[in-house]
C-alpha cells in the first residue's frame, strides 16, 4: 500500500492549495497534523505501508524572539526524529528532514555555498570580547564596521524565517550617526524583543543598541548590506521556488526599505517588468540551479536572490526549505503546487508498477 502525506497545519494555505495541486494531479493528499506530533509518528510507522511525505513548517504561537532559537531547537529535534523514521526506507521525502534543518542554519549554508563557490551576501567577522576593546556586542560590531570599512549590514538571527528579527544598520563612524530599519519592536508591557509585521525606523544611537545587542547576544549571523537593483523608485530582490533542481517560479519583491518580504506591506512584481536580459535570467537560473544541487534530498527549494545595484550580479541571500507559499501563484495558476503534486504522482505510479 501506498499513501501521500502532509505533516503540516490543516486548513491553512499551505495545506489548501497543496490538496488542490495534488488533486489536479489526481492523487489522494492525506494531511497530519503537527498538534498530533509526535503521536502521528506512529501512523507514519505502520508497518508494509510506503509513504511519500512532504514535511510543512508547524505554526508557532510566540512572536518573541528570545523565543525564537528554543522555538526553532525544538523543530530541529522533531525532524531528527522523522529522520530516524526515514532511515526505514520506506518513506520518500519531498525534502529530506535533515536538509531541511541544513537550510534553517542561515551561517551553515551560506558556508557551503560560498566553499562551491557560488555567489552570496558574505558574512562580517565580528570581533570577540577576549579581543579587547568594546565589552558590549553592539560596541563590537561597530569596532568590527570600522576595521572592516563596512558601513552597511544586515543583522539576522542564525535560525528563522518571516523576517523575524531582521535588522539593517547603516553606520556613519565619521559623523556619529546610524540609522536601523527592523520589523522588530520592543514590547512596552513586557520590555522583550518581539516581531511585528511593520518595518520600522531608528536614528537614536542607544534605542539601536539596546535592539540590536538582544540579536547580537543571541546565535547571530552579520552579512554586507549590499545596494539592490532598482526599478520605479523600488529597490528589489527575486524569490525563485525551485523544484526537482528546475526554477519554477520566479516573483519580484519591491521595496522602499532595505527588508523586501512581503508579509511587510512590500509589494510582488511581475518579473517581465524588470527589463532585465536574457543573460541577467540565465544567470540567475544557473545559480539557483547551482545553489538546490548543493544539497542531495532536497526536492523544493524557495531561494531569495540578490541582484547588485548597477551589475546585476545575482547573489543568494538565503535558501528555505519550506519556501513555496507563494501568494500570487496559489491565486493565480498554482503552479508550485500543481508541480508537487505531479511529482507525487510520478512516485505512487511508480510504487504500483513495482
Not at 509513504?51 to 510543512?56: A, C, E, G, S, V
Not at 522583550?192 to 535592539?211: A, H, P, Q, Y
Request: proline letters at 4%; a neutral charge.
Amino acid at each position: 500500500m501506498s499513501r501521500v502525506i502532509l505533516l503540516g497545519s490543516p486548513g491553512t494555505k499551505r495545506a489548501v492549495y497543496l490538496e488542490k495541486g495534488a488533486a489536479a494531479a489526481g492523487v489522494e493528499l492525506e494531511v497530519l497534523d503537527w498538534r498530533d506530533f509526535p503521536g502521528c509518528l506512529t501512523e507514519l510507522a505502520r508497518t508494509g505501508e510506503r509513504i511519500f511525505l512532504k514535511i510543512d513548517p508547524p505554526r508557532w504561537g510566540s512572536c518573541c524572539l528570545k523565543e525564537l532559537e528554543r522555538l526553532t531547537r525544538e523543530y530541529g529535534q522533531n525532524l531528527d526524529r522523522l529522520s530516524v523514521l526515514g532511515r526505514t526506507g520506506r518513506i520518500t521525502f519531498l525534502n529530506d528532514p535533515a536538509v531541511i534543518k541544513a537550510l534553517l542554519d542561515k551561517r551553515g549554508c551560506k558556508r557551503l555555498l560560498a566553499k562551491a563557490g557560488i555567489p552570496v551576501t558574505e558574512e562580517v567577522a565580528i570581533g570577540r570580547e577576549a579581543d579587547g576593546g568594546a565589552e558590549s556586542p553592539f560596541e563590537r560590531l561597530l569596532e568590527s564596521m570600522e576595521r572592516e570599512r563596512v558601513f552597511q549590514v544586515f543583522l539576522k538571527p542564525n535560525k528563522g524565517s518571516g523576517a523575524a528579527g531582521v535588522m539593517a544598520l547603516r553606520y556613519e563612524p565619521g559623523r556619529g550617526q546610524m540609522v536601523l530599519y527592523t520589523c522588530a519592536a520592543k514590547d512596552p508591557e513586557t520590555g522583550r524583543m518581539v516581531n511585528t509585521k511593520r518595518l520600522r525606523r531608528f536614528g537614536d544611537r542607544e534605542e539601536i543598541g539596546f535592539m540590536a545587542g538582544q540579536i547580537l547576544a543571541g546565535d547571530c549571523i552579520v552579512e554586507r548590506w549590499y545596494p539592490k537593483a532598482e526599478m520605479g523608485g523600488y529597490s528589489y530582490d527575486l524569490r525563485a521556488v525551485v523544484l526537482a533542481g528546475e526554477p519554477t517560479f520566479i516573483l519580484a519583491r519591491l521595496s522602499k526599505g532595505p527588508i523586501t518580504n512581503l508579509q511587510l506591506n512590500n509589494h510582488p512584481g511581475n518579473i517581465e517588468e524588470l527589463g532585465l536580459c536574457g543573460e541577467v535570467w540565465d544567470r540567475v537560473k544557473t545559480v539557483c540551479r547551482q545553489a538546490a544541487g548543493c544539497f542531495s534530498g532536497l526536492g523544493s527549494v524557495g531561494i531569495d536572490i540578490l541582484l547588485e545595484k548597477g551589475s546585476l550580479r545575482p547573489r543568494v541571500i538565503e535558501m528555505n526549505g519550506q519556501g513555496d507559499l507563494i501568494y500570487q501563484d496559489i491565486y493565480g495558476e498554482n503552479q508550485i503546487y500543481e508541480r508537487q503534486g505531479e511529482m507525487m504522482r510520478a512516485w505512487r505510479d511508480q510504487e504500483r508498477s513495482q
